[in-house]
């Protein structure tokens, strides 16, 4: 059951982070074009992008692409190593990196609550809430500590090929 309810929510954020690239890329070139035939920018572009879309997709897909093996990973021990050790080995290579992204859960959820709490704006063409933008990042990275956690945890089965 848990398995299925992380997946179904790792499946929603990936949309979400998905959606984000389209829109970047639909901003920026809405942008170049406007700025081309009509000498008029797409005010909001740039702090849109930044502020709110780059940390939607670079977060919130993190679990996803870690469940599915699309991530990027420096390996100098080799995945499957026999006996307790190989174990021992296997689960460190998950639970340090879910220690790692929940520090950065907490910190980032702390800095995110605080922004929230006092309303900070980045002033531009729109008054941007930050709290808001923030809080994406421990959203991604805690559904990442989840799946870390899982895996670790959870047996694997071993298909015979």
């Not at 021990?77 to 006996?83: D, I, M």
């Not at 689960?91 to 309303?119: C, D, E, Q, W």
Request: with cysteine; net charge negative; glycine share 6%.
């Amino acid at each position: 059951m848990f398995e299925k309810v992380l997946t179904k929510i790792e499946d929603s954020l990936h949309v979400m982070g998905c959606l984000s690239l389209v829109a970047v890329a639909g901003l920026i070139n809405a942008d170049i074009l406007l700025r081309l035939f009509f000498n008029r920018p797409v005010q909001i572009q740039f702090e849109l992008t930044e502020l709110y879309l780059m940390p939607v997709l670079a977060t919130l897909s993190l679990s996803r692409v870690f469940r599915d093996g699309g991530h990027l990973a420096l390996e100098f021990v080799p995945e499957n190593l026999p006996g307790l050790f190989g174990m021992l080995i296997a689960k460190l290579r998950l639970l340090l990196p879910a220690a790692f992204f929940a520090a950065v859960t907490v910190m980032s959820g702390k800095f995110a609550l605080k922004a929230i709490i006092h309303g900070d704006v980045e002033y531009g063409a729109l008054d941007w809430p930050l709290g808001w933008a923030y809080a994406v990042i421990p959203l991604g990275c805690s559904v990442l500590v989840l799946r870390l956690l899982h895996d670790a945890f959870t047996p694997k089965v071993v298909v015979d090929t």
